[in-house]
């Protein structure tokens, strides 16, 4: 409201500088949730990490170099061939970590048991049960990424690692620079996401490549990396991976981070707000209205707007608005609106 005696373009000039600090202040929050989710996250891994090293010790009497001496049992094992334990540490165990999670939502999502877990479903009326049509397709075109593109792109990184480093190195980096690396890993992939999500928004590429991805307006685990080949390779493997290629990072950290990357974009999709677990209704909100909530973390939504629709729906309102989803018969837009 404008005072008596005060210009118009004062008021206009006070509204403008309200707005960027309110808009200053938001990316502020976001940034120090991002910091809070990142750093709790690697304060997990440590406390684990020395959870299990204590119990080692004590119980079974290990040696206080435990991780050390198994990494080289391991490298030993496979007697110098380097190529075969990258690809054991890179594919095998992301992928066994991907499918195990993702088997047990599965097994929620196709039959509704256990009750306490199908009970934090975001989208109560939605995939119960999934349709198991749909489900099988996404299933098969999430094994044909993996063997023919998460294949060659692990063993064209290999390549690059090996040409500029020793990612398979005899000696394991210590604990606190893997934790350094997951933290740096963790930002470049938001970045690189972030924007390559947002370029396969634009009318043309949502078309023809990431409508696919759309079609599960109500996503599951396994979806995540349901997406057409382009999509998969520049927007799901070159984020997870640039981070790992410019640190030159050791075969152990990459395998961790990998790992990570798998189920954290699963718990994004999975469609349950699980106690303990981040909420995926960010991303659920995002496959509603389609020009919002494109990142993970929600620092780069709030610095470019695109959560403004998010943040300014009430919770309860919020929950109303995702109960209401496009079924998943129903046709999705052919090309959503362009951002700004």
């Given at each position: 409201?404008?005072?008596?005696?005060?210009?118009?373009?004062?008021?206009?000039?006070?509204?403008?500088?309200?707005?960027?600090?309110?808009?200053?202040?938001?990316?502020?929050?976001?940034?120090?949730?991002?910091?809070?989710?990142?750093?709790?996250?690697?304060?997990f891994?440590?406390?684990?990490?020395?959870?299990?090293?204590?119990?080692?010790?004590?119980?079974?009497?290990?040696?206080?170099?435990?991780?050390?001496?198994?990494?080289?049992?391991?490298?030993?094992?496979?007697?110098?061939?380097?190529?075969?334990?990258?690809?054991?540490?890179?594919?095998?165990v992301?992928?066994?970590?991907?499918?195990?999670?993702?088997?047990f939502?599965?097994?929620?999502?196709?039959?509704?048991?256990?009750?306490?877990?199908?009970?934090?479903?975001?989208?109560?009326?939605?995939?119960?049960?999934?349709?198991?049509q749909?489900?099988?397709?996404?299933?098969?075109?999430?094994?044909?990424?993996?063997?023919?593109?998460?294949?060659?792109?692990?063993?064209?990184?290999?390549?690059?690692?090996?040409?500029?480093?020793?990612?398979c190195?005899?000696?394991?980096?210590t604990?606190?620079?893997?934790?350094?690396e997951?933290?740096?890993?963790?930002?470049?992939?938001?970045?690189f996401?972030?924007?390559?999500h947002?370029?396969?928004?634009?009318?043309?590429?949502?078309?023809?490549?990431?409508?696919?991805?759309?079609?599960?307006?109500a996503?599951?685990?396994?979806v995540?990396?349901?997406?057409?080949?382009?999509?998969?390779?520049?927007?799901?493997?070159?984020?997870?991976?640039i981070?790992?290629?410019?640190?030159?990072?050791?075969?152990?950290?990459?395998?961790?981070?990998?790992?990570?990357?798998?189920?954290v974009?699963?718990?994004?999709?999975?469609?349950?707000?699980?106690?303990?677990?981040?909420?995926?209704?960010?991303?659920?909100?995002?496959?509603?209205?389609?020009n919002?909530?494109?990142?993970?973390?929600?620092?780069?939504?709030?610095?470019?707007?695109?959560?403004?629709?998010?943040?300014?729906?009430?919770?309860?309102?919020?929950?109303?608005?995702?109960?209401?989803?496009?079924?998943l018969?129903?046709?999705?837009?052919?090309?959503?609106?362009?951002?700004?």
């Amino acid at each position: 409201m404008k005072k008596p005696g005060e210009s118009s373009s004062q008021t206009d000039h006070s509204s403008s500088r309200n707005g960027r600090q309110e808009t200053s202040g938001g990316l502020w929050d976001s940034v120090k949730k991002a910091a809070f989710v990142i750093g709790s996250g690697l304060f997990f891994l440590a406390a684990f990490r020395n959870s299990v090293t204590w119990h080692l010790q004590r119980f079974w009497g290990a040696s206080g170099d435990f991780w050390q001496t198994q990494w080289t049992k391991l490298y030993r094992a496979f007697d110098g061939n380097e190529a075969a334990l990258f690809i054991v540490g890179t594919l095998l165990v992301p992928t066994f970590c991907f499918w195990l999670f993702n088997g047990f939502l599965m097994v929620v999502d196709t039959t509704g048991r256990p009750s306490f877990i199908t009970r934090y479903r975001i989208q109560v009326d939605k995939n119960n049960p999934v349709n198991p049509q749909k489900l099988r397709y996404a299933v098969w075109t999430v094994l044909m990424n993996q063997l023919l593109l998460s294949v060659p792109l692990v063993l064209l990184t290999y390549v690059v690692m090996k040409w500029h480093g020793e990612p398979c190195g005899p000696d394991l980096p210590t604990f606190h620079w893997v934790l350094l690396e997951l933290a740096v890993c963790g930002l470049l992939e938001e970045i690189f996401f972030y924007y390559s999500h947002r370029l396969f928004h634009q009318p043309l590429f949502y078309k023809h490549i990431h409508k696919i991805h759309h079609e599960w307006t109500a996503p599951v685990g396994v979806v995540s990396l349901y997406a057409h080949p382009v999509e998969h390779v520049c927007a799901n493997m070159f984020p997870a991976l640039i981070g790992p290629m410019l640190l030159g990072s050791h075969l152990a950290t990459t395998s961790l981070w990998f790992s990570i990357a798998l189920l954290v974009t699963t718990i994004s999709h999975c469609g349950y707000h699980l106690p303990l677990l981040p909420s995926p209704e960010f991303h659920d909100f995002h496959h509603l209205k389609f020009n919002q909530c494109y990142g993970v973390l929600g620092v780069l939504d709030r610095l470019h707007g695109t959560d403004d629709k998010f943040r300014k729906t009430k919770p309860f309102e919020r929950h109303t608005i995702l109960l209401s989803l496009t079924p998943l018969n129903e046709s999705i837009p052919d090309s959503p609106k362009p951002t700004q």
